[in-house]
């Protein structure tokens, strides 16, 4: 299961998932292009709005069991703090946050029940670093890395990992947009806060998605694995 599979970073996870074989089902609220990949991929496609946590947390309950869940949608922040609203928080958090709860909540019986879950979430570098102009953004990306620690402690029991991903600027939909009210200048400071100076891909996100699904990393939980450049590191 993959919240946010039909665009960017989601939609690389859900196509690395399928080329390895796995029985995949994308969330989505993108209902267009959900479609359009299930049809290509031969995927499974629910549609849904992931700011409605609790109709998101029954959907994902009556889909099935599920051996992995990658928590990839979220909606990025574009204000300082002190130019927000309440409504706009409490939307940020939840998709952002909430929804992670949501899923994890859905999906945890059936992999309590196996013995075997592997629980990957798409936080931010933001989340470790701060945001400047998406405070509430970062709080949530921290929240998602807390709350995942958490899971990996709760869970270890039942044979169930839980990691984060934590990606530096990539260059999907949504960083396009970002770029598109803030400037080229935007795009550059983004570039020359990695070390490698460049934009990371969703395949290469993906691929550390995969990894973490794998046998290979079933040693590794309570892990957050930066896919960002260097970002914070320094140049």
Same mark, same amino acid.
């Given at each position: ?22 029985? /995949? ?29 609790? %109709?998101?947390?029954?959907?994902? %309950? ?6 992995? !869940? ?28 909430? %929804?992670?709860?949501? /899923? ?27 945001? !400047? ?6 709080? %949530? ?6 709350? /995942? ?11 169930? /990992? ?23 200048? !935007? !795009? ?48």
């Amino acid at each position: 299961m993959i919240t946010g599979g039909a665009n960017g970073i989601g939609a690389a996870i859900a196509r690395a998932f399928i080329r390895e074989g796995a029985q /995949t089902t994308i969330l989505d609220i993108d209902r267009r292009t959900g479609e359009a990949m299930a049809l290509e991929c031969g995927l499974s496609f629910i549609e849904g709005d992931i700011a409605d946590t609790e %109709a998101l947390r029954a959907r994902v %309950a009556a889909a099935g069991a599920f051996d992995i !869940l990658v928590n990839s949608a979220g909606v990025d922040q574009h204000s300082f703090f002190g130019a927000t609203s309440p409504l706009e928080w409490r939307r940020w958090l939840a998709i952002n946050l909430e %929804a992670v709860f949501a /899923t994890t909540h859905a999906v945890l019986p059936a992999m309590q029940e196996a013995r075997f879950g592997r629980l990957i979430n798409i936080a931010s570098e933001a989340g470790r670093l701060g945001s !400047l102009g998406g405070s509430v953004y970062a709080a %949530a990306k921290g929240g998602v890395i807390a709350f /995942t620690k958490s899971m990996a402690r709760e869970n270890a029991r039942f044979g169930i /990992t839980a990691n984060v991903i934590a990606p530096g600027p990539i260059d999907t939909p949504m960083l396009r947009r970002a770029v598109a009210v803030g400037g080229e200048q !935007l !795009l550059d400071r983004m570039k020359c806060a990695t070390l490698l100076q460049r934009l990371g891909t969703p395949e290469e996100v993906a691929a550390a998605a995969v990894f973490l699904a794998t046998d290979a990393a079933g040693y590794m939980t309570g892990e957050t694995l930066g896919v960002s450049g260097g970002m914070g590191i320094g140049t």
